[in-house]
């Protein structure tokens, strides 16, 4: 019977050349999404007035949000989060089938970049719920199994910084990273199942308005950029940090 | 102030901190991280193009 070669990523192949463009085009659309957000987005409803007013031609019957303008990048860096989320989880099956430590490394790369932008949906998060609410945080449903989900990749990296045998680490590690992903569809679903006032189904309450959903998707694929290019990058610093050390190993011989 | 109007951006100036600090740390983060990536990168590039003349200089030893 022919075995089936594996193919193992490797730095300095074609898509480390992407990184940095992906990069520059990341931070493009982002900016440009920032801009989109507070010049072309247009606000969205608060409390009703008693007295409608018309503004520039425009009959005005509710105060005009701002403090939702956080919107436009709180959700696009909690897709990002899910989507390294992923990646990290499907390099840990790639270990657990392979036993090939390039695998543990992407997942590693994967996962740091999930904790990033978990802290980045985190910040924003609680830094709009903060003006909205009043409080900083509230055991609300998907705000409770995100936090789990943040705990998890915290404990990923304190179990890793904990075992000494790679074999073993990469082992443990891909498990974590298996059960960090399956809090993604509980995460993504919780506000389906259990409705929310915090964290509304946008798609069950009729949608974006077009100008929002440009605007969202402008900044998701600059914010797919930004996570493509950093994890090329961090790759990259990975495998030569791995390389230097066999070559260090190789020198004391 | 037409006070309807004052009623309708009342939210706009007590947000403001909230919005400019939800970017500002998501940028400045973004950034740090990059920089961190960045310099790492070529701090180990540099590291491994003195270890690699390093290891030719010890087999060139060797095999002289």
């Known amino acids: ?253 | 102030m037409n006070p309807i109007l004052a009623d309708i951006y009342a939210t706009v100036i007590p947000s403001a901190p909230f919005i400019i600090a939800a970017y500002a740390i998501l940028w400045l983060a973004l950034l740090v991280y990059v920089i961190k990536v960045v310099s790492g990168l070529k701090k180990t590039e540099a590291q491994m193009a003195v270890l690699e003349e390093a290891v030719r200089a010890k087999e060139g030893g060797v095999s002289r």
């Open chain 1, 1 to 253: 019977m022919v075995e089936k070669k594996v193919r193992i990523p490797e730095a300095g192949q074609w898509p480390d050349k992407l990184a940095l463009p992906a990069l520059a085009a990341g931070a493009v659309l982002t900016t440009v999404g920032f801009l989109m957000a507070f010049l072309f987005a247009a606000p969205v409803n608060g409390a009703a007035l008693d007295t409608p007013e018309l503004v520039n031609g425009v009959m005005v019957t509710h105060q005009q949000l701002i403090s939702q303008k956080i919107f436009y990048f709180h959700m696009p860096v909690a897709i990002v989060s899910f989507v390294m989320l992923i990646f990290s989880a499907y390099y840990g099956i790639r270990f657990l089938t392979t036993r090939e430590q390039r695998f543990d490394t992407c997942s590693r790369v994967a996962m740091e970049l999930t904790l990033l932008f978990v802290i980045f949906t985190m910040v924003t998060g609680d830094l709009w719920t903060r003006f909205e609410w009043g409080v900083w945080w509230t055991w609300e449903p998907r705000l409770t199994t995100y936090l789990i989900l943040m705990l998890i990749v915290i404990a990923y990296f304190v179990m890793r910084n904990s075992i000494d045998d790679p074999e073993r680490r990469a082992t443990y590690a891909s498990v974590i990273s298996l059960i960090a992903f399956v809090d993604v569809p509980i995460c993504f679903m919780i506000t389906r199942l259990i409705p929310s006032s915090v964290h509304p189904v946008i798609a069950r309450e009729g949608g974006m308005t077009p100008d929002m959903a440009a605007t969202v998707l402008v900044v998701m694929i600059g914010m797919m950029l930004v996570a493509f290019g950093l994890y090329r990058l961090r790759f990259r610093e990975a495998r030569l940090a791995e390389r230097l050390q066999a070559l260090k190993d190789q020198l004391e011989d």
